[in-house]
Structures are given as structure tokens and as C-alpha cells.
């Protein structure tokens, strides 16, 4: 890495990242991009699993959001197939909520018409039709609802696949690479890589696409932009309805959540607070889990969860465009910021995963603009975001009985997508981290296999198996960690 002098190099392996790194390297240019965890490892795999417009966004009159995001949530459906699929939602009214079932039905007309064709307008429900698509749904006050289309995603698969077109396409990417110093003389910057000794890279110019993380690279930048980070709290709870998602208000503040079906079970979410901690020491609060308890609770009388069904969580934060002017992180703009500072460092801000491909476009375009490069337009518009790598390793037995996994999965994760710990298997190349049994039942099994590829000795294989187990949330007594019984929502 010492040698080469890059067009680019990214710091941030998260999926802006990412899509700036495949963006870049398929029109040619010269592309590093450096991430101190994992990738995906902050809030790009901590998402509502949703390639989705913002039906929400509609009340803060953001048109433009919600049609870029239409947009690019069509292109996902179309160049991802495999990895983003269509999901129906199912919005229910009730009397004295507002806004009112009349403006629901106006706003999703409005939705209908910003969308590219690539999904059903929108159907008006009667109260009984709610009731039958949800039989255990509050009835008190039920007034009706309204069916749409949105998208449903695999996050963490999105993050690697493209990573891995960038490869494809020339690109050098590194995980556990943190950059520690940014310099910049003679027109070129040069990234200090932490290490033993340190690592020096250059590079034409710098992406700083660190999300939540951008503080701490922007406190030596000249811009008054901030990152104002907002903590999104997802819960796993047993499945409510395999195919159809809902939006609800909750009652506490009448902000909108989701309840939406996800690998058999559902998925709960999302909190929308303020966080002005270190972004890497992220914990679940026990008043965040009530919040989304209580809102479900209100919706679901006679299932009434409580905190001992919660089989999983998960926290990311969204990297807000600090707004003084606004309060309510609830109603700060997802809108993105791309600003180039006179250093050649380029800082990504704010942003929705669904328009991750728009907004590396836009960056890759403005950098060429600036710098005055010459490389062809973008071709991510048209170009399949497909898996052609997988074709190395010969098929096995699965790891266990309760995952479709094989042991041939976990030797392509380590050998082709980087994976390094059980954490990146168990969290960012599956999503096993987050099901019923948590991945305890095979955890040896695939430490063995970790162990035989990366030359782990018997210590070090311990240690990871320690560490996944302590990562769990809720936590397992790792003495007594056995198969949980596969449950569901029944009523009570």
C-alpha cells in the first residue's frame, strides 16, 4: 500500500463508501478505501432493512428526497434483484390521528406519482380488511387503512456486494485499517494508516465517508458543518405476519414506526434521539426498549410484549446535517451535504442508505468537476450489482440445522469478502447474529473453520468465541447458552 499513488482514497467502509468506491472504479479512477472495523460495521447494517422513498418525509413536504429515493429504490429493485425485493405495507388509521385517513390517502396518491412504475398504486382498506390482514390489530376507534408498496432489503449484503464490484472493478479495499493522520502538500494527500509501523498511502485527493464519525476528521476543517448523529433502535421480536409490514404512529409522540417481517421473525423499529456520546460506544437503553414495547403494545392488546421476548436488538446511528435551527432530530432533513474543502478532502453528510448509488454518483462527478480529471459519466445507473465472485470453494454439508449455511459460505466470507472475526460472519455476512438461536448452537463449528483458514491458535480461538458470545444482545450466560425453543406471537 506504500507505493502507489491513488485518485481516491475513502476512508469509511460503510455502504456510502462503498458505492463511491464501485462508482469511481468503474469509470477508471485509481481507488483506496480504508475502514478501522469491519465494513458495514457502524449504522449500514444497523438499518430498517427498508429500500424505501420515506412515505414520512411527505409530511415535511421533501418532495425531492422522496422522489430521488423512489428512484433509486426502482434502480435497486432493478440492478439488485436478489438483495432487494418488493414488501407491502399495511397503514391503519384510527379516529383523532393525524394526519387524518383522507390525508393519507392524498399523501400516498402523491407517493404513487413520484414513484417510477415499479410497484402497485396504492389500495384504500376498509377497517374489516385491516382486521383480516391482522386479526390480534386493535379494533377500538379503527376507522381503516391504506395498502402500499415500498421495498425490503438485505443492509449488509448491499455493503458487501458492492465493495466487492468495486474490487472487481480495479478497487483495494481494507478492513481493520484505521487512519490515524490526514496530511495534505505538493498537491497530494498523504493517510496515515495505524500500525506497527504506521502505513502511508497517497493520494490525489481524500473521501471522508465516516457517517456518525465525521466529527472527528472535519474538527481540522475550516466548514461549520457538523454531523449531529441520531440513534436508531431496532427490536427483534417473534413474527407478528410473514409477508405485510406495517406503519403505525406511536402514541407517545406520534412519530411513525414500522413493524416489518424479517428472516421469520419481525422487526420493531425505529427511536429517534439525539446521541452526543463517542460514536463507538453505542449501548441499547432500557427506556428505548419501553419506548418501542409500549408503542407495540398500544397496536397489539392481547400480545402485550414484554422486554423477555425481545430475541434480538440493534442500535446504528444516522449521520444527521447538524441544523441549529431545528430541535427535533425527528424532523431533521435525511437530505445529503457534499462539501470539497480547498485541501481535497471531500466530506459526505447526511443521507438515506436507499440513495447510496445517487450520492456516490454525485461525489465522483463533483470530484472530477473540481479537479478538473477526465473519466466518463457514471455507468452504476445500468450496471447489475451481481455476485460472480462466489465460485471458488466446493460445496458442503450446512453448519447447523437451523441456518442454510454451509461451511463452504464461511470459507468465501474469509477468503474473498475479508471477513476476520466471528462477529463479521455472524453480524455482517449473515444476519444469524439476530435469529432465534443467535448462532450458539454452530459457534465452535464455524471457530474451527476460522481458525484453520486465518492459522488461529487454540487461545485465540477462544478468545473470539468469548467475545461474539459477550457481543450478544440481549446478553447469554455463555455457561448456559443452549438452542432457544422457536417461538411465535400468540395471544395471551
Not at 24 to 45: H, P
Not at 52 to 58: A, P
Not at 119 to 137: C, G, M, Q, R, S
Not at 194 to 204: D, F, S
Amino acid at each position: 500500500m506504500n507505493n502507489p499513488v491513488y485518485d481516491i482514497a475513502i476512508i469509511g467502509g460503510g455502504i456510502n463508501g462503498a458505492a463511491i468506491a464501485r462508482d469511481a472504479s468503474l469509470r477508471g479512477l485509481k481507488v483506496i478505501l480504508l475502514e478501522k472495523e469491519d465494513f458495514g460495521n457502524g449504522a449500514s447494517t444497523k438499518t430498517s432493512k427498508l429500500a424505501h422513498g420515506g412515505v414520512r418525509y411527505l409530511q415535511n413536504l421533501e418532495f425531492g428526497l422522496v422522489r430521488s429515493a423512489l428512484r433509486e429504490r426502482s434502480l435497486l429493485l432493478q440492478n439488485a434483484p436478489g438483495l432487494v425485493r418488493r414488501l407491502p405495507f399495511i397503514f391503519p388509521r384510527y379516529t383523532g390521528q393525524r394526519p387524518a385517513l383522507w390525508m393519507v390517502k392524498i399523501g400516498l396518491s402523491i407517493y404513487d406519482l413520484l414513484n417510477q412504475k415499479d410497484a402497485p398504486t396504492h389500495e384504500n382498506l376498509e377497517a374489516e380488511e385491516v382486521i383480516k390482514l391482522f386479526p390480534d390489530i386493535n379494533r377500538f376507534d379503527l376507522v381503516g387503512g391504506c395498502l402500499y408498496w415500498d421495498a425490503e432489503m438485505d443492509d449488509n449484503r448491499l455493503v458487501i456486494e458492492t465493495l466487492l464490484s468495486a474490487e472487481r472493478s480495479g478497487a483495494v479495499i481494507h478492513n481493520y485499517s484505521k487512519v490515524t493522520e490526514i496530511t495534505y502538500h505538493n498537491d497530494l494527500s498523504e493517510v496515515t494508516i495505524e500500525g506497527t509501523p504506521p502505513h502511508h498511502i497517497k493520494a490525489r485527493s481524500v473521501v471522508n465517508a465516516t457517517g456518525a464519525w465525521s466529527n472527528q476528521f472535519l474538527e481540522k476543517s475550516p466548514t461549520r458543518l457538523r454531523v449531529y448523529p441520531s440513534r436508531g433502535v431496532h427490536l427483534v421480536i417473534p413474527q407478528v405476519h410473514p409477508s405485510y409490514a406495517l406503519i403505525l404512529e406511536a402514541p407517545q409522540d406520534r412519530r411513525l414506526f414500522f413493524l416489518i417481517p424479517w428472516n421469520g421473525l419481525s422487526l420493531l423499529g425505529t427511536t429517534d434521539l439525539p446521541h452526543s456520546g463517542n460514536p463507538d460506544a453505542l449501548t441499547i437503553t432500557q427506556p428505548e426498549e419501553d419506548y418501542l414495547l409500549e408503542a407495540f403494545n398500544a397496536y397489539f392488546p392481547t400480545k402485550q410484549l414484554e422486554r423477555s421476548d425481545i430475541i434480538s436488538a440493534f442500535i446504528g446511528l444516522r449521520p444527521l446535517v447538524k441544523n441549529r435551527a431545528v430541535n427535533n432530530v425527528s424532523l431533521i432533513s435525511r437530505e445529503h451535504v457534499i462539501e470539497i474543502s480547498r485541501n481535497h478532502v471531500v466530506t459526505i453528510l447526511g443521507g438515506k442508505f436507499t440513495t447510496h448509488r445517487q450520492i456516490a454518483e454525485e461525489v465522483v462527478d463533483q470530484m472530477i468537476h473540481q479537479f478538473k480529471w477526465k473519466f466518463p459519466a457514471s455507468s452504476t445507473s445500468y450496471t447489475p450489482l451481481c455476485d460472480a465472485s462466489k465460485t471458488q470453494v466446493k460445496r458442503a454439508q450446512p453448519i447447523c440445522l437451523l441456518h442454510a449455511h454451509t461451511e463452504a459460505d464461511v470459507i468465501h466470507a474469509i477468503r474473498v469478502e475479508k471477513a476476520q472475526t466471528l462477529s463479521d460472519w455472524y453480524y455482517r455476512r449473515t444476519s444469524i447474529a439476530y435469529s432465534e438461536c443467535r448462532g450458539i448452537p454452530c459457534v465452535r463449528t464455524v471457530a474451527q473453520i476460522f481458525a484453520r483458514e486465518l492459522n488461529w491458535k487454540d487461545s485465540k480461538k477462544e478468545r473470539e468465541i468469548r467475545h461474539y458470545l459477550d457481543s450478544l444482545y440481549p446478553p447469554v450466560n455463555q455457561e448456559t447458552a443452549q438452542t432457544p425453543q422457536v417461538t411465535s406471537i400468540s395471544s395471551r
